[in-house]
């Protein structure tokens, strides 16, 4: 909990900072630079956190399928 606290203080200090710079270049760029660090955060989320795949069930051997279709 605390380096996560740490990085949201930074970012309380550092996001309206920035904000203020691009809002001065562009009205619009602090938007899409938040677009893009939501689109980063996706992807990194993507490759760090993988989503278990299903695991292709065994085929019976030949002589095991021929007990089960004979009971």
Request: glycine fraction near 8%; charged fraction near 10%.
């Given at each position: 909990?605390?380096?996560?606290?740490?990085?949201?203080?930074?970012?309380?200090?550092?996001?309206?900072?920035?904000?203020g710079?691009?809002?001065?270049?562009?009205?619009?760029?602090?938007?899409?630079?938040?677009?893009?660090?939501?689109?980063?955060?996706?992807?990194?989320?993507?490759?760090?956190?993988?989503?278990?795949?299903?695991?292709?069930?065994?085929?019976?051997?030949a002589?095991?399928?021929?007990?089960?279709?004979?009971?």
């Amino acid at each position: 909990m605390g380096l996560e606290n740490s990085f949201m203080s930074l970012g309380r200090v550092f996001g309206p900072l920035w904000a203020g710079m691009a809002y001065d270049i562009n009205m619009t760029l602090p938007f899409w630079s938040g677009a893009i660090m939501q689109g980063i955060a996706l992807l990194a989320s993507f490759r760090y956190l993988k989503i278990p795949q299903a695991q292709p069930q065994a085929q019976p051997s030949a002589p095991e399928a021929a007990m089960i279709s004979s009971e």
